[in-house]
């Protein structure tokens, strides 16, 4: 499998990065690192070694998605985003050089991590079927983000056009 490919699903999967809790468990802004395990579901191709990466969240992110679930990546977005107070869902599509569907599943299991798991399915370029299961575990390593970037977020609806304003009476 060619790397941009993999990149490409990885990415995808990465929407999910860093999704957590409004209350009473409390998101914290900051450095997490993530260990991604992945499983394409094609026969023949054993799940992927785990992996880990580092990812910022925002404060703004959590005040919009939850987490950094919101983070436009890979041409993927998400849809139906519940929040509670154990965990979130949603719905996943993505676009581009994989069309895939599926959901997350997002569990906090206390201040300091996340696991998500993201079920997906869809088919290759080359037409193979694939189902894709992610499972990641998001670890709090500090507030300090360092050189860590934040992940963009998904852009929000643009504003309402303000109403015309009516003509003085000064003509």
């Known amino acids: 499998m060619n790397k941009p490919l993999i990149s490409t699903m990885l990415g995808c999967s990465l929407i999910a990065v860093a999704a957590t809790a409004q209350a ?10 993530v260990t991604t395990q992945m ?3 094609m026969a023949g191709m054993p799940p992927m ?9 925002t404060q703004a992110m959590i005040d919009k998605y939850g987490g950094g679930f919101g983070s436009a990546q890979s041409g993927c977005q998400s849809t139906n985003v519940v929040t509670t107070s154990t965990g979130m869902t949603a719905n996943v599509s993505c ?4 069309n895939m569907t599926g959901t997350v599943k997002t569990t906090y299991v206390d201040a300091d991590t996340v696991k998500t798991t993201i079920q997906m399915s869809g088919t290759m370029p080359n037409g193979q079927a694939m189902n894709m299961t992610t499972q990641m575990t998001f670890a709090y390593k500090g507030a300090d983000c360092g050189s860590v970037k934040p992940p963009p977020m998904a852009p929000s609806a643009p504003p ?5 304003t009516p003509p003085s009476g000064n003509l």
């Open 160 to 164: 309402a056009a303000p109403p015309p």
């Open 49 to 57: 070694p785990p992996r880990t990466s580092q990812v910022c969240v």
């Open 24 to 33: 009473p468990i409390k998101q914290k802004p900051g450095l997490y690192d």
């Open 95 to 98: 676009t581009g050089r994989l």
């Open 39 to 41: 499983d394409m579901g």
